[in-house]
RNA sequence: GUCCCCUUCGUCUAGAGGCCUAGGACACGUCCCUUUCACGGACGCGACACGGGUUCGAAUCCCGUAGGGGACGCCA
């Protein structure tokens, strides 16, 4: 049997992390077995949906990676075949019409609520004859659920979960206006696309037991079930807005490569023993269902973002620089100009083992991309002013300086050091350091130097002395 | 309230009865490197929630307790 596995997120404006790790799961599954994974967008309820907010998913699954198979279905457009599956049923006896108002159902929930009662619909209209119902009452259908006994399903994540079914109410299946609940069309599409594995959150194990109902009246075969532990914030709780970052495009936003957040989410809930550092292709060779944790996780920045270093390492400077076009923008307002990607390109090596984030990397970078007149922030501007006259012979020597490496630089540093500075590099370096970067803290300032080229260099140097106070 | 699930270092986890005086990663601490901030290197701190069983032997199996999470819609 061929794996289908599918991602099934409803458009609400924002891809989730725990829906980006359930996507990265069940493509994951898929690929492994050489299967098949699809998406089908929840948008049944139409209040709630809307074109962007589609697209914010189809825009988080592609910067993650993660291609599915065939068309993105649109669970609406199903909504006729879901609606004759009720039918189906009411004609087997399976389901039925209830003709309760909103106010008799508020009634019985308040009244299962004071006995604490989990399901509250009494089910006054299972056996009653249609004939007596009201006529200014349009009814929903309703299933049959069992009365007695109860019902295992065996998770692959969870293991064997047992149900009583006086736990299981008779849920609507086809609302007042014939439209199908998300109970209905998710059982409905998931057998009509042929899905073998559903993976999904914790959230949804309760509802497991609803929808094999469903699959049995129908005679349908049973996909497996996995569900997922959900992620929770770094304190604990649910992961929230005040937590930092609860989307994916965030993610992206904040500088994080894919591979590093792809990999992070990997690692929250699934393991290969000691292994932390895996590639998509390692990932995909490997991911099985056995090694996926119960407990639910906590979401750490931290590690996050140690992978991200790690991943920024291991970029080629093309993709890196790529990535990070639109900060030096948005940051800096700086466009890349030829020349300032050949001089980050030189710098790279080391720009690269500095930096966490792609935001990093841009802000420890921009100097390189900037041009005469630019700014200084305070630090460096309190040490052009104390130090004109390291930099005035600095600048002086560097004039005629034989051949022009970092390696020279600093041996001319520290010659003036001696001369000046009671032989301190610090004293020419920090200032050599505020007078070219504009900061007071960057990437060696002699490499840097030899980088920016001499002519560079000493304009640079001129033009700081000028603005030191 | 009712039902379901979970519980190994601060965090993510390895662990499927003896290989565990519990391993790795991140974080943290100390030291080294050093022109700044970092990187890197070395060393270190640090956990089987608790209580009962079962067994020659339990982090691993069973039962309770406590704590955490989830579900209880004409939302998905």
Redesign the pocket.
């Known amino acids: 049997m061929s794996v289908v596995t599918r991602f099934?997120p409803?458009p609400t404006g924002f891809m989730h992390v725990g829906n980006a790790r359930t996507a990265l799961f069940n493509y994951l599954y898929a690929r492994r077995h050489g299967g098949k994974f699809l998406v089908r967008i929840?948008?049944?309820?139409r209040k709630?949906h809307s074109e962007e907010a589609v697209q914010v998913i189809f825009e988080g699954l592609e910067w993650m990676g993660l291609e599915y198979d065939g068309e993105a279905l649109s669970?609406f457009a199903g909504m006729g075949r879901h609606a004759e599956v009720a039918h189906e049923m009411l004609k087997a006896g399976k389901a039925y019409y209830c003709y309760?108002?909103?106010e008799e159902?508020e009634a019985m929930?308040e009244t299962a609520?004071a006995e604490?009662?989990?399901?509250?619909?009494d089910r006054r209209w299972r056996d009653r004859d249609p004939s007596e119902a009201p006529q200014d009452?349009?009814p929903?259908v309703r299933i049959k659920a069992p009365l007695e006994g109860e019902t295992t399903i065996n998770d692959v994540v969870?293991?064997a979960?047992?149900?009583?079914h006086d736990?299981l109410?008779d849920?609507?299946l086809l609302?007042?206006?014939g439209t199908p609940?998300?109970?209905l069309?998710v059982v409905v599409d998931d057998h009509d696309m042929g899905v073998t594995h559903i993976l999904r959150g914790?959230?949804?194990?309760?509802?497991s037991f609803r929808q094999k109902l469903i699959f049995d009246a129908m005679g349908w075969t049973l996909p497996v079930f996995g569900h997922l532990?959900?992620i929770?914030g770094p304190d604990?709780?649910?992961f929230s807005k005040r937590h930092g970052a609860q989307s994916v495009r965030e993610y992206k936003e904040l500088g994080y490569l894919p591979e590093a957040f792809c990999n992070y989410l990997l690692?929250?809930?699934w393991?290969h023993?000691?292994d932390?550092i895996i590639s998509r292709e390692q990932a995909i060779e490997w991911f099985d269902l056995?090694?996926i944790?119960?407990?639910?996780?906590?979401f750490?920045f931290?590690?996050l973002?140690?992978l991200n270093?790690h991943y920024i390492k291991e970029a080629r400077p093309e993709r890196l620089l790529e990535c990070s076009r639109e900060f030096y923008k948005e940051r800096h307002g700086l466009e890349l100009s030829d020349i300032a990607v050949e001089r980050i390109t030189l710098g790279i090596e080391?720009l690269k083992?500095?930096s966490k984030t792609l935001l990093q990397f841009v802000d420890e970078s921009a100097f390189y991309a900037r041009s005469i007149p630019y700014a200084f922030d305070e630090k460096a501007l309190a040490l052009l002013g104390e130090s004109k006259a390291i930099l005035a012979a600095l600048e002086d020597e560097l004039e005629s300086l034989e051949p022009f490496t970092g390696e020279s630089i600093?041996n001319l540093c520290q010659k003036i050091a001696g001369d000046l500075a009671e032989g301190k590099?610090?004293k020419v370096?920090?200032p050599l350091?505020a007078a070219v970067t504009g900061t007071?803290?960057?990437?060696?300032?002699?490499?840097a130097c030899a980088v920016l080229g001499r002519k560079e260099t000493c304009a640079r140097i001129r033009f700081a002395v000028q603005q030191g106070k």
């Open positions: 099934p409803s929840e948008d049944t309820d709630r669970q309760c108002s909103p159902l929930r609520k604490g009662r989990s399901q509250f619909y009452i349009k929903v969870q293991g979960v047992t149900v009583a736990q109410d849920f609507i609302r007042s206006d609940t998300y109970m069309s914790d959230d949804h194990l309760n509802n532990p959900l929770h604990g709780g649910k690692r929250l809930g393991s023993g000691d932390e056995e090694h944790g119960r407990s639910p996780a906590r750490d931290a590690k973002d140690s270093a080391e083992a500095r600093q590099l610090g370096a920090m350091r007071t803290v960057s990437p060696s300032i002699f490499g």
